[in-house]
C-alpha cells in the first residue's frame, strides 16, 4: 500500500511500535532511518530480533532514505518510517517530502522539557518542529493509535501533560 | 525475611531484576509477593518517561548494586528488552528472559539450589509451558 506512518520515536522499535500501531495497520515493514544503526550489524540485529517473523525491518541512513523512500511507497504492503530524532525527519521532508509527522515519543533528558506524558523537547527541538510545519508538514504528537492527536501548537502549549 | 509474610528468603534463592511497560514489574513483583511472600527476591524496575541510553543505564545500574544477574521483560520488542540485550553484550554471566508471565516468576523464586541463570531459563520453560487456552474453538 504505502508507507503508513512516519514517526518520530527515540526508542525506534519497541512495543508501541510493533504491536500498538503495528497491529491495526497491518504493518508487514518497517523502515528504520538512523545514521548509527544504519552502520552497525550488531544494532540491526537487535532491532530485528524485536519484531515477529512476518515483520520486515529495512535500515538506512538520512541520505540513502531519501532515495529509497519512492520504493517503499510504492510498496504493496503496509509500512512504518522511524527516525530516532527531528533532525533526521526534518532531513527526509526535505528530500523526500512528507505530508504529516508523527512525534511518538521523546523522552526526558537533560535540556529537555515535558509536554507531554512522552514527549520531551529542548528549545532546539521545538524549533525543528516549528520548522517542519512552517513547510507544510502536519505535525501531531500521538503515541497509540487509541489516543488523541495532540496538534504542535498544543504540544508546544504543553498539551495534556 | 518479609515482614508481612513470614518466609524467610534463603541465601541461595535466586534474585532478578523485573522491567517492562506500565505497571508490569510492580504488579507481578506484588503478585508474587501475595501467592509466595517471595516477593523480596525480585526488583521491580520502573523506566517510566525515560530514553533508551537511560533505560540502559538505570538497569545496568540496578543490576550492578543489587549484585543481580538475571532481568525478566515483558516483550520482545520493548525498550527493556532492547536495553537488556545491550546490557548482556558485556556481561557474560547475565542472562535476559522476555516475555516473562506470573508462572515464570514463581517458578524462578523458588528455584533454590540452583544458579540463577540456570533457574531462569527452567522458570522460562515453565512460563510457556503454563498459558493455555480454554472454551470456544476458533
Known sequence: MTLALYRIDDRLIHGQVVVGWGQPLDIEFIVLVDDSVATSDWEQELYRMGVPPEMEVYFHTASDAITAIPKYRADPRHGILLT???????????????EAVNVGGIHSRD?????????????VEEKQLRSLAARGVKV???????????????LLAGGDS | M???SGVVASENAPRALVAGHGEFANGLVSAVQQITGRGDQLIPVSVKDLCVEDI??????RMLDS?????????????????ARRILRGMDDAVLIAGANLPTLLDFVFAEG?????????????????ISAHGASA
Open chain 1, 84 to 98: 530516532g530524532d527531528i533532525a533526521t525527519m526534518q532531513a527526509l521532508v526535505d528530500g523526500a517530502g512528507i
Open chain 1, 111 to 123: 535540556g529537555r522539557v515535558q509536554r507531554l506524558r512522552y514527549v520531551f523537547l529542548s528549545p
Open chain 1, 140 to 154: 501531531t504528537a500521538q503515541d497509540v493509535p487509541g489516543a488523541r492527536p495532540v496538534a504542535l501548537d498544543d
Open chain 2, 2 to 4: 518479609n515482614s508481612e
Open chain 2, 56 to 61: 540502559e543505564n538505570l538497569l545496568r545500574q
Open chain 2, 67 to 83: 549484585n543481580v544477574r538475571v532481568i525478566f521483560t515483558d516483550l520482545q520488542a520493548g525498550s527493556c528488552t532492547m536495553a
Open chain 2, 114 to 130: 540452583r544458579t540463577a541463570p540456570e533457574a531462569a531459563r527452567h522458570a522460562a520453560e515453565r512460563g510457556r509451558a503454563a
